[in-house]
């Protein structure tokens, strides 16, 4: 079992670019909900230049390759309005990355977003009209609430992926676990293929735990919505009971 192990100083090594891709994987996720939801949103929108400029979002956001998109801003946008802009050119190259995983998880998240919300019943959307709420009002207090249960797991799944394509940093020049995982691994040669074998086996464990985790915490998150709906469904349901009740 030993010779599956690392050294203290090596796990140390493993878990700073752990570390640092975690960092990169919440910077990415928050602009990705951010702009899941907003280009989500605006696919349904009754402007037909709302939905054309979301459309437009979401193909480039799928259609370009993660790396491809991270070359583009970590190289050849400072190259390009570096003059311009001096401030693109100090940007860390983790900043970048995130903006560019970011625009990643929002393409696809956008769409997820949009198929959640247009499996909400009609007659959800029509009762809201109904009770004169505006778009905003539709949205915040009985659309996304009812949509959430459905978002979560896709979501989770995306996120996951999202997880995966960090390690494509490392190949930008940006650290992460997989560039300290690069670290260790020139210093490993000596000890031949084994010895990186066991590393690279050592990673596979740290990446799969993270995954986990983070499935973990959207299973919460699902729980905690399924048992919120159901307290609130108890409640609808209780005057309900009591009024027939008293009618018999």
């Known amino acids: 079992m030993e010779d599956w192990l690392l050294t203290p100083g090596q796990y140390g090594s493993l878990m700073v670019g752990a570390r640092a891709t975690v960092q990169l994987l919440a910077q990415a996720f928050v602009l990705g909900v951010v702009l899941s939801l907003i ?19 979401v193909e480039v956001a799928r259609g370009i390759s993660s790396i491809i998109l991270l070359f583009i801003l970590v190289i050849a946008i400072p190259i390009l309005l570096g003059d311009t802009f001096p401030w693109v050119r100090g940007q860390p190259v983790i900043v970048m990355a995130s903006i560019a995983l970011g625009i990643n998880m929002g393409g696809y998240g956008a769409e997820i977003i949009r198929g ?70 020139s210093s490993m040669l000596a000890g031949g293929v084994i010895g990186v074998t066991v590393l690279y086996v050592n990673v596979l464990v740290i990446y799969f735990v993270m995954a986990q985790v983070i499935n973990s915490l959207f299973r919460l998150g699902e729980r905690s919505l399924d048992k919120r709906f159901q307290q609130r469904e108890g409640r609808a349901a209780l005057p309900i009971s009591t009024t027939q009740s008293a009618g018999g």
Do not use: C, H
Not at 39 to 49: A, E, P, Q, T, Y
Not at 144 to 151: D, E, G, H, N, S
């Open 39 to 57: 280009v989500g949103v605006g696919r349904l929108s009754d402007r037909r230049w709302v939905r054309g400029i979301s459309f437009a979002f």
């Open 116 to 185: 959640s919300i247009l499996s909400i019943p009609k007659g959800q959307t029509e009762a809201t009209i109904a009770l004169n709420l505006n778009p905003t009002q539709r949205l915040r207090y009985v659309v996304l609430p009812q949509a959430m249960r459905i978002i979560l797991p896709p979501m989770g799944n995306l996120t996951i992926e999202i997880l995966k394509g960090t390690a494509l940093v490392s190949v930008a020049g940006g650290f992460d676990l997989m560039r300290a995982t690069g670290n260790l691994e």
